[in-house]
């Protein structure tokens, strides 16, 4: 199975500071169609998990456009600019090429 | 407007069967592409996927909890199904279901699933 890792397992930042998070793949997610299956969710207490980006780099609908994703082959960055006080959450990237779908096992935005 | 909710017994004991349902609505799984999928959390824990449905009623599952698991929908009444049987407490967790169409674009609320004795 493809193994996600996110190194990280918590970052401290200041409100209005960059950060990135990053995913790795234990194989390439390049499906034959040209698009990567690799999906970001964010998960904040009392609230439904929402996805923010699919396809490594494409913002689901209403996500602001702070949230960046990107990379490509094994190597993913979500990255926020300017995080504001709603963004200190849990984010998860998730791989959808391969079953068994694979989670990595989530990085926590802790306020500085 | 898509929303899913799932619903479980709460609590149970090993060796039991888990069943949940997952009742959705703005969205048909019969539509071309369209899946559902299981999702676990322990608490305080990273998420596990578990199983999908498609809408062409093909299935996929998570080989780590081996034969336990299946998975069903019924279309015509906008759910779908989760059964683990012989649970033990390693069970214990948040099930959530989620719609998949290329992602997880919607997911449920979740549902607190307990396994005591």
């Known amino acids: 199975q493809i193994t996600l890792t996110q190194q990280a397992e918590s970052l401290w930042i200041s409100p209005g500071e960059r950060v990135s998070i990053t995913c790795r793949a234990s194989?390439?997610?390049?499906?034959?169609?040209?698009?990567?299956?690799l999906s970001w969710y964010q998960q904040r207490p009392g609230q439904t998990t929402k996805a923010l980006i699919y396809?490594?780099?494409v913002r689901t609908d209403g996500v602001p456009t702070r949230f960046i994703g990107s990379g490509s082959g094994t190597e993913f960055t979500l990255s926020i600019e300017h995080v504001q006080p709603e963004d200190f959450a849990i984010y998860y990237c998730l791989q959808t090429l391969k079953s068994p779908f694979t989670f990595g096992s989530g990085t926590k935005l802790e306020i500085k | 407007q898509v929303t899913l909710k799932e619903s479980g017994p709460g609590i149970l004991q090993p060796s039991q069967t888990l069943s949940l349902t997952c009742t959705f609505s703005?969205?048909?799984?019969?539509?071309?592409?369209?899946?559902v999928g299981w999702i676990r959390q322990p608490s305080g824990k990273g998420l596990e996927w578990l199983a999908n449905i498609w809408w062409d009623d093909d299935k996929y599952y998570n080989p780590s909890l081996k034969n336990r698991l299946t998975i069903s929908k019924d279309t015509s009444n906008n759910q779908a199904f989760l059964k683990i049987t012989n649970v033990d407490t390693a069970d214990t967790a948040t099930y959530y279901c989620?719609?998949?169409?290329?992602?997880?674009?919607?997911w449920g609320q979740g549902v607190m699933v307990t396994v005591s004795s």
């Open positions: 194989q390439s997610l390049l499906y034959t169609d040209g698009k990567h299956y």
């Open positions: 989620a719609r998949m169409y290329g992602y997880f674009d919607y």
């Open positions: 703005g969205f048909s799984l019969s539509t071309y592409g369209m899946g």
């Open positions: 396809h490594a780099s």
